[in-house]
């Protein structure tokens, strides 16, 4: 069965048909509770079930016993141990499964630039430090500095050098230019680009060769 998740919430919590379902059930077990006499209210779980069975028509309940919780929660605690958190799930809204090990993450569906969240990559340790990085932003690569980060959200400033790559030469522009961006946009770290006069800055052909090759992969979705 194919699936796809593309949601676009100010906030994920309560917004769901379940969520519109379970406020329906609780305000009517409620106002019956308070109507009941003292040693008839509802109380406990079974007593809901009970109550949503025999009074509620169109909505079917089911009842779990805590000893089934328990065996899911052992089973989901197995499966959590062999796989990854994807990163900066709050900035990016559509998640499309390429296979078994790898998913296609975007900001939405028709972002031009999307990125391949595998199960066992490794992450880039990021610090706002004197490393450059190589980081997409539209549909181009960038060399910049982080200058500030974000860790609610994982996302990162970015000062870029210009012009966008593939380039001969990078600078930096007066006045700087920065932006966030979201970790998973950052494909890599970089050799410091080497300059003889501190004002215009170069990268190795092979370094640049490395950084083509990833760059399309990166879009190549």
Known sequence: M???WHFFFPSCHGKGACDDIGGTIKCM??????QRPYKNQILNASDLYKFTKDSINGIKTFFVEKSEIEISHCQLAMRYQTVD?????????????????????SRVS???TKFIASLGSKTIPLSPQ???YVC??????WIGKIVECYDEYNDYKIMFMHPHGPSALHMWLKPLDACWIPYEHIMK??????????????ITP???NSIELLFKNFKMY
Do not use: M
């Not at 709050?90 to 390429?98: A, D």
């Not at 997409?136 to 690569?141: A, D, E, L, V």
């Open 206 to 208: 092979e370094e640049d």
């Open 29 to 34: 077990a409620s106002k019956a509770s308070l």
């Open 110 to 112: 028709d972002s031009t």
């Open 85 to 105: 958190a994807i990163k900066g799930t709050r900035s990016n809204h559509s998640f499309v499964p390429i296979n078994e090990t790898q998913l296609l993450v």
């Open 136 to 141: 997409t932003y539209g549909i181009k690569w």
């Open 130 to 132: 004197n490393e450059q």
């Open 2 to 4: 194919k699936a796809e």
């Open 189 to 202: 770290i970089v050799s410091a680009p080497s300059t003889n006069t501190g004002r215009t800055y170069k």
